[in-house]
């Protein structure tokens, strides 16, 4: 079945940088896009990045742009979060999402805490 796993999210300092990893299995991993979201209490979970299947097209939400970087690596079937620059709104729970031909699947999520 499928699986994603989050990892990477911690307590980091305004300015400061963190990778996420979401490890995924259960489906070819190599034919689907993927997606970051993430969300805060009492907000609807909010969609931050997105990667196609082959990696040639990413797609970021105005808020991060030119600090957060989706990629992947289809031989680890792993995808990734870079941020830089990280500002406390960015504190949240983020999550890895993908759309499969069996239904829409979400990891556990892990905590990003931006606060000096």
């Known amino acids: 079945q499928v699986s994603l796993v989050e990892s990477g999210g911690g307590l980091v300092q305004p300015g400061g940088s963190l990778r996420l990893s979401c490890a995924a299995s259960?489906?070819?991993?190599?034919?689907?896009?993927m997606k970051w979201y993430r969300q805060t209490p009492g907000k609807e979970r909010e969609l931050v990045a997105t990667?196609?299947?082959?990696?040639?097209?990413?797609n970021h939400a105005r808020s991060v742009k030119g600090r957060f970087t989706i990629s992947r690596d289809n031989a680890k079937n792993t995808v990734y979060l870079q941020m830089t620059s990280l500002k406390p709104d960015d504190t949240a729970v983020y999550y890895c999402n993908v759309v499969h031909f069996s239904g829409t699947y979400w990891g556990q999520g892990t905590q990003v805490t931006v606060s000096s």
């Open positions: 259960g489906f070819t991993f190599s034919s689907y896009a």
């Open positions: 990667i196609s299947a082959t990696g040639g097209s990413t």
